[in-house]
């Protein structure tokens, strides 16, 4: 007879985060569009005036992407899908239809 005394930890898996896509609607919906028009065109002259000093398009690049995202996170929100792309409306209907006759007709809820 063998007795085993053993200790284990497990890992932690972490789980890759989303991707949080700004919402370019939005400006077209709130009468955001001329401010945020305004601020993209303001902080790209200030990249172009500062230009000078940068020598790599990968230095121009990421001042031009800078100027372009901080303008989108400030005025613009996350976008957020209430259902996925496949989740039509006749698809939801149905779905409720099934869930009202649930609790009423067990046939009915079988043959939907």
């Known amino acids: 007879m063998v007795v085993l005394s053993m200790r284990v930890k497990l890992k932690k898996v972490n789980r890759p ?8 609607r939005r400006p077209k919906q709130d009468n955001t569009y001329a ?3 305004f601020k993209i065109n303001e902080n790209l ?5 500062n230009n000078a000093e ?6 121009k690049w990421g001042k031009i992407q800078h100027a372009l995202v901080s303008v989108g996170k400030k005025t613009l929100k996350p976008l957020r899908e209430k259902t996925k792309p496949w989740m039509t409306v006749e698809l939801l209907e149905l779905m409720k239809d099934r869930r009202k006759h649930k609790a009423k007709d067990l046939d009915k809820y079988k043959e939907i």
Not at 45 to 49: D, T
Not at 54 to 59: A, K, R, V, W
């Open 17 to 24: 985060s989303t991707k949080k896509i700004m919402d370019t």
């Open 54 to 59: 940068i020598l790599t398009i990968d230095q």
């Open 45 to 49: 002259r200030k990249v172009i005036e």
């Open 35 to 37: 401010k945020t028009k």
